[in-house]
């Protein structure tokens, strides 16, 4: 078979590795020289060519970071078309890996992805700033890892791995750089000897910029430092001991408000993103514009001349956001080869101090103020006996969150008290591979998982509720209406609540928790009605949780793998995944359970044309069941609260095909095509109305299951409907060329183009919550020095200013408000970076 038909068959989707025989061992290993690299992983516990893993992985070294932008998590998205990175409010940043994850991450919830910064899992996905100083190199790991990684890896894993300190040498770089919207990057790693055994590896940097939104949110100001320390004790000991200080401050993405949902009391607007019982009114031009923000002029204005629900008075403008974070850890790697194999200890310690004021999805003010602390220890074995690699292992984790949190929505505050949310996790497992044949190899792995969570708190849920109804309009119908009472002022304790009230709104003075209602407001109800008639009522319904939760899990694998020629492999596996339980400060639905994963996964990793040319194909069937979804619903108190439940199960399948074509020494090309079909199976929940007449806020299927004292319960049922952060074609292309000048001089000019088809972004499946498709282009230039000591980057990401929707939700207590957040418009800057040896 010649070069130019196996060109053509390529190009014409031949990617079946058929008669690659022909190529021989030896010109494959002597190709390994040329044409492509080969990038180094550690993402099955050992050192391997990231073509030898037989496992579905994206990875990018340090430098291709650095050219493509990628300084936080949300950048992840351009390494791994399969991942979607957005943030959640505040500092919070949420994980979907082919639409497995959950919008809401925080004290009381788990991430479906598990992150890993030199070995160590971070349990909080708020502490991730230092983990994109002096990088080595990233791998995404996609499916389930319920056996090597295991805890809460339902979706997959990410590895982050810093530049390891270098025996003997000196060395280190500094990098300055400038863009739009007031953007200052400066980061510096030094490489420094101690003695001949040891050597240090420090490195610092700083990210700043004025904010991506009108209003000056989407801010950021992040400090990080890491320090490395390598020791030899011997040439089969060694010691790396690392320590990472960092804080994260700004003000965090915040959204701008698109319109709110209206009754048609008047007959149908006619819009389109109208919905059954419900008239979509769209916010003015100039308020609903991507990056707006919540805080311009106009925005304001819009936003306080709405009703919040179920007080029916007028909005008050938001509080202005704010993250205050600061985090630190220590960890270290003792390496210890003997006779029987290699020992592998990574003891570490985390705490992270949170304190966020955040309005998405418009909050007056969600406010967490937490502290967390970590404690994880991980041992493994590794050997080989006669056909058999073995790893062995066992893992403990001990994590400890306790604080203050307020979520206001005007109408309606949960504060909330944590007294203590605690996990301990333990965990063994056993992963091993069976060599058949030197080309064909049997993998079969287990771990047995102990999760002991327990949640001691309280919430104290204040309701503020109007029982005065006026004509809509003259001779219209009657609907609630108390407009100029006080709403709930933002507080993040009852007494700090209850103190900023003004007391002529609390004339029989303040409630108190589970004794009713009081009266809150001056408006009587009737014209002349006594004083002490007021149109609201304001009540505090408390839940205390002392609640304790034990699971006992068994995940495993079991794959083969079989090279057809040197640089061909298929695969094949079937794996399972589980995310642990966890709890709610909410009456009735106190406790969820965890959910789980089943994997299929058939593959093949090939490199063709002297290695020149590499297709990686992966088709794929995941069984999500149990899933936990967190939404707004229905508590034990029949009032509207959030929390998290076990809803839905899900059918995910699809294929992903990586070409990367070195076409000539100068030039290479690179692509990516994902097919996904994510479908929800089973997705349902109930939501309470104030009257039959009232239909729930959604895009699902909706059903009365009850009335009481004329109020419906609905069914809301969205099984069906695809799942969200999934769109069906995914694409990424890339192009590299490298020029050499005759002064000795050189260039590397990129561009790369990612598209992404409609998806679904928020929870409640409305119109506003489906993404359009969108083509986003990013282009650098990079010149560098004859001696290579420095360089200039010039970039342009996101070229054509694309409006790309990251988060779409509906804020029901503030007048059906429907708000989105996006993601960066366009930015460019020029980054300068200088070497020293």
């Known amino acids: ?46 050192t391997e060519s990231l073509q030898d893993v037989a496992v579905p992985i994206d990875a990018a070294t340090g430098k291709e970071l650095s050219r493509i932008g990628v300084t936080d998590a949300t950048g992840l998205n351009k390494i791994s078309p399969a991942l979607n990175v957005v943030s959640g409010g505040g500092s919070n940043t949420v994980f979907f890996v082919r639409g497995v994850g959950n919008f809401a991450v925080n004290a009381y919830t788990d991430a479906a992805l598990a992150f890993n910064v030199d070995g160590v899992f971070l349990g909080r996905p708020t502490a ?155 916010a003015p031009d100039n308020v609903s514009a991507p990056h707006t923000g919540p805080a311009t002029p106009a925005a304001v204005e819009y936003y306080t001349g709405l009703q919040t629900l179920p007080a029916f008075t007028s909005i008050t403008p938001l509080y202005e956001p704010y993250i205050d974070n600061e985090f630190m850890g220590v960890s270290a790697e003792l390496n210890v080869a003997t006779s029987l194999g290699d020992l592998t200890i990574i003891p570490a310690y985390r705490e992270n101090t949170v304190d966020v004021l955040f309005n998405n999805p418009a909050f007056q003010a969600a406010i967490n103020q937490e502290n967390h602390q970590q404690s994880s220890l991980e041992a493994r074995f590794t050997t080989t006996v006669g056909a058999l690699d073995l790893i062995m292992g066992g893992f403990y984790f001990d994590e400890a969150v306790d604080g203050l949190a307020s979520f206001n929505q005007y109408s309606l505050q949960s504060t909330q008290d944590i007294e203590n949310s605690s996990t301990k996790s333990t965990a063994f497992f056993v992963h091993g591979k069976y060599h058949l044949s030197d080309e064909l190899r049997l993998v079969g792995a287990v771990r ?63 409630p108190i928790a589970n004794r009713g209602p009081v009266p809150y407001g001056q408006i009587p109800l009737f014209p002349g009605a006594p004083d002490n008639l007021r149109a609201n009522l304001l009540f505090i319904n408390q839940t205390q949780i002392d609640r304790v939760q034990e699971n006992n899990e068994i995940t495993y694998r079991a794959a083969i793998e079989y090279d057809i020629a040197q640089s ?19 009456n009735g639905r106190e406790e969820f359970l965890p959910e789980y994963i089943n994997a299929w996964t058939f593959g093949s990793k090939n490199r063709f044309l002297d290695n020149y040319l590499q297709i990686n194909a992966e088709a794929f069937i995941w069984d999500y069941e149990d899933q936990q979804a967190s939404h707004f619903g229905i508590d034990g108190n029949g009032n509207s609260a959030f929390f998290t439940e076990n809803i839905g ?60 004292d004329g109020e419906p ?78 360089s200039i980057l010039a970039y342009v990401r996101n070229v054509t200013d694309e409006e790309i929707k990251a988060t779409s939700q509906l804020f029901a207590n503030g007048g059906n408000t429907m708000v989105s957040t996006y993601e960066k418009p366009r930015t460019y800057g020029i980054t300068f970076k200088y070497d020293f040896y």
């Open 448 to 510: 047995w998982t102990k999760d002991k969570k327990e949640f001691k708190g309280q919430a104290d849920v204040f309701l503020n509720l109007c029982i005065r109804d006026l004509p809509a309009y003259p001779g219209g119908p009657e609907i609630p209406n108390c407009d100029g009472a006080p709403v709930i002022p933002v507080g993040t304790t009852v007494a700090e609540t209850i103190a900023s009230i003004d007391a002529a709104d609390l004339p029989e003075g303040a």
């Open 649 to 708: 199960q899900s059918s995910i399948k699809g294929i992903e095909i990586d070409i990367l074509y070195q076409l000539t020494e100068a030039t290479r090309i690179k692509g990516n095509v994902q097919y996904l079909k994510n479908e929800i199976e089973e997705f349902s929940y109930l939501q309470k109305t104030p009257d039959e007449a009232v239909n729930v806020v959604t895009g699902c299927d909706t059903e009365v299951k009850s009335v009481t």
């Open 568 to 586: 061909n492999l298929l695969y094949a596996s079937y794996e399972t995944g589980y995310r642990s339980g966890g709890f709610s400060p909410t």
């Open 128 to 282: 991730t700033t230092a983990s994109f100083l002096d990088v080595e190199r990233i791998e995404v790991l996609k499916g389930p890892q319920g056996t090597l990684y295991g805890r809460n890896a339902t979706a997959g894993a990410i590895n982050v791995i810093s530049a390891k300190p270098e025996l003997g040498e000196t060395f280190g770089n500094i990098s300055i750089g400038a863009g739009n919207y007031g953007t200052i990057t400066a980061s510096g790693a030094v490489n420094l000897p101690i003695s001949d055994d040891w050597a240090a590896r420090f490195a610092i940097g700083k990210t700043k910029n004025d904010g991506y939104n009108d209003d000056g949110t989407a801010a950021t100001d992040d400090t990080a430092f890491r320090a490395r320390l390598f020791g030899e004790f011997s040439e089969d000991v060694n010691l790396t001991i690392t320590t990472d200080y960092s804080t994260t401050k700004g003000n965090g993405n915040s959204p701008s408000f698109e319109g709110s949902y209206g009754f048609p009391l008047q007959g149908s607007n006619n819009h389109p993103k109208n919905i059954p019982g419900y008239n979509f009114n769209p």
């Open 1 to 46: 078979m010649n070069k130019s038909y196996l060109r053509s068959c390529i190009l014409t989707a031949c990617l079946t590795p058929l008669a690659i025989s022909a190529q021989t061992a030896e010109n494959i290993q002597e190709s390994k020289t040329d044409g492509i690299e080969l990038i180094t992983v550690t993402a099955l516990r050992k």
């Open 713 to 790: 319960t609905y069914n809301v049922d969205c099984s069906g409907k695809e799942g969200r952060n999934s769109p069906s074609l995914s694409l990424t292309a890339s192009i590299n060329h490298y020029l050499e000048f005759e002064n000795g001089y050189s260039a590397s000019v990129s561009l790369d183009a990612r598209y992404r088809d409609e998806r679904w972004v928020g929870f409640d499946f409305l119109p506003s919550q489906r993404a359009e498709d969108v083509v986003t282009l990013d282009t650098s230039v990079q010149l560098f020095s004859a001696n290579d000591k420095w």
